[in-house]
Nanobody, 122 residues
Framework: QVQLVESGGGLVQAGGSLRLSCAAS????????MGWFRQAPGKERDFVAS????????YYANSVKGRFTISRDGAKNTVYLQMNSLKPEDTAVYYC???????????????WGQGTQVTVSS
């Protein structure tokens, strides 16, 4: 069992940066692949990025490739999403998720956090 708590969301202007954090509890955190997803109002929850338990490989949605970076710190049981060059279309609730295997599909992730709001103003 893994419990996930996201933080770091907020309001930022276009072109700005934010770093999201996801703190995990559960002694098996280091064996899980981790992912970030986002859901905008009226839309489905979409894949953003994922990282294997070892730190590699990593996967990104095309829409964020080159702007976002996912990383993890096993000692702190935390996964991060560094978001640079933010755009208004990045506005969404961002969710952290954990999976036994790395993937890009929402269905592959078993455990989910409650989400953190990211709003990018133009």
């Amino acid at each position: 069992q893994v419990q996930l708590v996201e933080s770091g969301g907020g309001l930022v202007q276009a072109g700005g940066s934010l770093r999201l954090s996801c703190a995990a509890s559960g002694r098996t955190f280091t064996t899980y692949a981790m992912g970030w997803f986002r859901q905008a109002p009226g839309k489905e929850r979409d894949f953003v990025a994922s990282i294997n338990w070892s730190g590699v490989p990593t996967y990104y949605a095309n829409s964020v490739k080159g702007r976002f970076t996912i990383s993890r710190d096993g000692a702190k049981n935390t996964v991060y999403l560094q978001m640079n060059s933010l755009k208004p279309e990045d506005t969404a609730v961002y969710y952290c998720a954990a999976s036994n295997v790395i993937g890009v599909s929402r269905n592959a992730f078993e455990f989910w956090g409650q989400g953190t709001q990211v709003t990018v103003s133009s």
